[in-house]
């Protein structure tokens, strides 16, 4: 996958970049754990090799939640009505 640590995925597909400060990542959570959706959460603020990969993905800034995909496709700040979409699950 990447930036995360060991590279063993266990069954994840999908990273979740964030911190703690950044009101939109417990929302992200919440509605990644409704449907019982394996992801891994990476602190920003604690990993720094997070930190880079996110602004490469952004072309310089760190915007989050970021949300990377097992394929490297990827959204930010997805909104309620985007992130079901990006995730290919039914909106409720």
């Given at each position: 996958?990447?930036?995360?640590?060991?590279?063993?995925?266990?069954?994840?597909?999908?990273?979740?970049?964030?911190?703690?400060?950044?009101?939109d990542?417990?929302?992200?959570?919440?509605l990644?754990?409704?449907?019982?959706?394996?992801?891994?959460?990476?602190?920003?603020?604690?990993?720094?090799?997070?930190?880079?990969?996110?602004?490469?993905?952004?072309?310089?800034?760190?915007?989050?939640?970021?949300?990377?995909?097992?394929?490297?496709?990827?959204?930010?700040?997805?909104?309620?009505?985007?992130?079901?979409?990006?995730?290919?699950?039914?909106?409720?």
């Amino acid at each position: 996958m990447t930036p995360t640590g060991d590279g063993e995925s266990g069954g994840v597909t999908l990273l979740v970049y964030g911190s703690g400060w950044c009101l939109d990542v417990p929302r992200s959570r919440v509605l990644l754990e409704r449907p019982g959706r394996p992801y891994r959460y990476v602190d920003v603020e604690q990993d720094a090799a997070a930190t880079a990969y996110v602004r490469e993905l952004q072309h310089g800034r760190r915007w989050i939640p970021t949300l990377v995909r097992a394929d490297g496709s990827h959204t930010v700040e997805p909104g309620d009505t985007e992130l079901p979409d990006f995730l290919g699950i039914a909106r409720g």
